[in-house]
């Protein structure tokens, strides 16, 4: 039975990394009929962000990656937030303090700072010194009730740390240099080490697929399970997405938060899309394929593992071609969504034209968010000079000359270039006294179909 996970801290605005590993464990979960688990990381509570975990489900909601157990779905294996373990990893911990993987650690955040700064001078690598390494458990004991402490990883210094990658395959580790990691803070939390260790093991995950950030601590996670003597799960690590420069894509990035995806327009599946191909290729190297497709195909040992890079560009490209691809029904739904809140729009979707202004739209937009200057005229339009609205006075003269059952596409079409050939103008300028607005939907199509021939030399004659 597989079982994946993913295991966002809830510290901040939901990331789009967070998606794009759970893009891999939900799909390989499903893949292979087995289960996805989200697990909160929150034990470090000074980072914790509130709202940050509701955040994250609504992101998996609204990408189409339904967990199987979280937090918010229960399961047999919870809870599912770290808080709320805190007696289980208290349990371990002493089980491991008694094996002597672990050890008491008295020194002062005085004395460790003096260690580093040392260290630091004399260009040492910075890490604990084992100073309590050596103390007897006896002896740890008696001071546990009066001084305060934390527990340290006892890394074995005498054997070879080579931990497995999938994607990448062995990796050796200098045990020397392999720092004896705190596992429980002075207030009893768990770190990060000790905890994902645990609860992997606890919530019996076969497949730990995340971000390579996440390599260099796998040699101390390798030490614990080996302690316990528990069998590994099988681990990869994605490559990190970079930005078109090469510089990682971090928080600091807006495009980094899933929000502005929202904003922007941006389809769930469009991205979803683009994120398959982040270090991963489709076998007949085709680009756009659904979720459904990825599921069938996908298994993390073929990803790559060099940084992909994360071009937003491509994304707005294969944003167009899924609206394209999109019924007329589906894409109003989606817009009607995304303009909920507009009091421009609440008029738009009840015009009797709507379907016939989304077709036409459509092969014009890449986001959401474009279709607003398609339909709607900017606030402040230019005004026509007076040069133009001697041009447009003649236009309106031309236009008069179609009678209403000449009112078609080819005639109109005719009609407008023999006027602009004559007079010299451009289409854009046509464009412009017809339709009052720079740009927006085809000019004959709206012409034609949308406004028809009175309400057009209507408007036109109030113009010029
Ligand atoms: N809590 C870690 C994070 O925020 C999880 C790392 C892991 O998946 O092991 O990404």
Redesign the pocket.
Known sequence: MVRTR????PTGFPHIGTVYQALFNYSFAKKNKGSFIVRV?DTDQTRIVPGAEEKIFEALDWFGLPEDESPRKGGDFGPYRQSERLEIYKKYLSELIEKGGAYFCFCTKERLDALRASQSAAKQPIMYDGNCRGLSLEEAKKRLSNEPHVARLKIPHTRKLITRDEIRGDVEFDPTLTEDSILMKSDFFPT?HFA?VVDDHLMKITH?I??EE?LSSLPKHIVIYDYFGWEKPLFYHTPNLRNPDKSKLSKRHGHANIDWYRKEGFLPEAILNFLCLMGWSYPDQREEFDLSEFINLFDPKDLKPVGPIFDLTKLEWLNGVWIRNMSVQDLRKRLEKFYKDDKDFSVIFESRHIDLMIGLAQSRMKKLSEFRSLVIAPQKQRQFSEEEKETGKKLLGVLQEINHTDWREDIILNYLKNFRDEEGVSMKLIYFLITGREQGLPLIETMVKIEGRDQILENLKKRV
């Open positions: 993913i295991a966002p801290s990381e990060y994902v730990v995340r971000g996440w």
